[in-house]
């Protein structure tokens, strides 16, 4: 038994100790907004945030999030009141097929997080000379999150707004 903390609901859980994080959320929660492309670490439309930071949940076990606070992209908004990240998405058309798009919503939060914390910092500093979080900074943050409809210059206007969109606001 494990106590899993999802969206702020904790949920009491009985796995088997070997299912993904990823499989607990799909398949004992109904929490399918996270999504299975690969199950092995390579094309992120699985990420969820953990304490704040993005993971892919299909390369961590479950039974590891014990008192963890795990977020999905049924916890950050709904279709009455959208996060402005996915109202951007869908402003800018950041998506096609749709199937990778939790994963990316999800993964530029966390990316942004991260780059106001100036983490990692090679990353920026193997971009100096560019504007602050350029175009280019933005795609090798994200570049953990494969679109296999190539929406990826849509994807990164949809994240140039919804982050200059909170800069403005102070947010
Ligand atoms: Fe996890 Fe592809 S399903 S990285
Ligand atoms: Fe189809 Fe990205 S929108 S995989």
Wanted: aromatic letters at 4%; proline letters at 4%; a negative charge.
């Amino acid at each position: 038994m494990i106590t899993l903390t999802v969206n702020d609901t904790a949920y009491e859980l009985d796995l088997d100790p070997r299912t993904s994080l990823l499989d607990a959320l799909r398949d004992h929660l109904a929490l399918t907004g996270t999504k299975k492309g690969c199950d092995h670490g390579q094309c992120g439309a699985c990420t969820v945030l953990v304490n704040s930071r993005r993971i892919n949940s299909c390369l961590t076990l479950a039974v590891m999030h014990e008192g963890d606070a795990v977020t999905t992209i049924e916890g950050v908004g709904t279709p009455e009141a959208l996060h402005p990240m996915q109202a951007s998405f869908l402003d800018h058309d950041g998506f096609q097929c749709g199937y990778c798009t939790p994963g990316q919503i999800i993964s530029a939060l966390g990316m942004l997080d991260e780059f106001r914390s100036g983490w990692p910092s090679h990353v920026s500093e193997s971009l100096e000379g560019e504007p602050e979080l350029s175009n280019e900074e933005i795609s090798e943050r994200m570049s953990g999150n494969i679109c296999r409809c190539s929406a990826y210059p849509n994807i990164v206007d949809a994240i140039r707004r919804a982050r200059d969109e909170s800069v403005a606001t102070g947010g």
